[in-house]
C-alpha cells in the first residue's frame, strides 16, 4: 500500500466534499443501534457505575457517524458498552489525563466528550481552520492545550493546529516540507511532534518545542511511513509506520530521535493507535481487517495479546482508537 492511499482511509470520511471520490459509497454507515446500551449500576452499591465504564476502549470507524465504546479487557469479543453519538467519519480519536475524549472528523471539527465515565456528554467542539483534523492530542482537553493534525491545506501543506475549547484555534505549525500531516503528540510539558510526509511521500517527524517555535526535522527517524503518535510513561515517543505494519519507539527527538525499540511488527496494518493509562498495553486499530488489536507494551518488547471485532467490520474501516486515559506520564 502506498502513501497515497490514506486519502482513502484517513481523508475520505474528513468531509463531504471529498466523500463524493471515496470506494466504498459516500453514504455514512451508522453501527445498528442494537450494540448502543446505557449504563447499568453496579449491583449492591448505588449511583457506582460498573468498572466496565469506568475504563474502556473507543473505537472510530473512517465511515461510521458514531465512536463505540468498549470494555477494556475485551478477550472474550463482547459487544460495545455505549456508543459515542454526534460525530461524523471521526479520524484518531484520543483520550487525555482527565479521561475526555477527543474526537478529531470529517466536519473539519475537533468534538470533546466529557470523562472519565465512558461515553460521556459533549463538552463542546471547535473548527479547525487550517485543514481537515486527522488527529489531536491534550493532556486536559477541557482547560488547556489540544494540538490538532491538519493533514493538508493545497494552499500550504498540512500543519500542527494549536487550539482550546473556550479559543478555538489560533495557530498554525509548519516547516516547508511538511506536506500531509496525520499524526499529532503533545507532552506534558508542552512540545509537540508531527508525524507528516513531504511532497515526494518520505516520511518525515517534526520538533515544536512549547507547540509554538519554529520547528525542526528530527534525526534519526526510521518510519518508512508516517502514522499516529504517543508518549508512554517514561516519556518514548511511539511512532506508528502505517501501511508497512511496524511500530518504532524513540527517545528525544528534539530534534535528535534515538531507536528505543523496533521496528516491531503488528497484527496488520493501522494508521492509529494508543496506550493504556499504565503503558502496559498499546491498541491498535486494523483497517484491514476490521479488528482491534491489543498488545502488551514495554519500550523494549511488544507482545499480541488478542482483537476484537464485535460490532465492527472492515467496510467500516476502523481508524482511531484510544483507551479512555491517556498514559500517565
Known sequence: MKIADLRRFALCGLAASLAAGCAGGTQAV??????????????????????????GIYVATSFGTTILGYRANNSKNRPPICTVHG???????????DGNLIDPDGSSTITIFKGPKMCGRKLGS?????????DASSVHAATGTIAVASIFKPSGGGSIAVCTLAGGCTKNLR???????????????????????????????????????SGQT?????????????????????AISAFDGNLYVYNGCNPGCSLVGGPYSLQGEAVFGHLNKKSTEFATADFVTGSVD???????????????????????????????????R
Open 30 to 55: 451508522g453501527v445498528p443501534s442494537a450494540v448502543a446500551q446505557r449504563p447499568a449500576l453496579e449491583p449492591g452499591h448505588p449511583g457506582v457505575l460498573p468498572d466496565s465504564f469506568r475504563r
Open 87 to 97: 460525530a461524523y467519519a471521526p479520524n484518531g480519536v484520543a483520550a487525555d489525563s
Open 126 to 134: 471547535i473548527h479547525d481552520q487550517y485543514g481537515p483534523p486527522t
Open 175 to 213: 516547516i516547508a516540507s511538511m506536506y500531509e500531516v496525520a499524526g499529532v503528540a503533545l507532552a506534558a510539558n508542552g512540545d509537540c511532534w508531527a508525524s507528516a510526509t513531504n511532497s515526494a511521500g518520505v516520511a518525515l517527524l517534526t520538533y515544536f518545542k512549547g507547540c509554538s517555535r
Open 218 to 238: 528530527a534525526t534519526g527517524f526510521q518510519n518508512s511511513y508516517y502514522g499516529g503518535l504517543d508518549i508512554d510513561g517514561e516519556g518514548h515517543l511511539l
Open 294 to 328: 491489543v498488545y502488551a507494551y514495554t519500550p523494549k518488547k511488544i507482545a499480541y495479546l488478542y482483537s476484537f471485532n464485535n460490532g465492527l467490520s472492515s467496510s467500516l474501516e476502523p481508524l482511531g482508537v484510544t483507551y479512555n486515559f491517556r498514559a500517565n
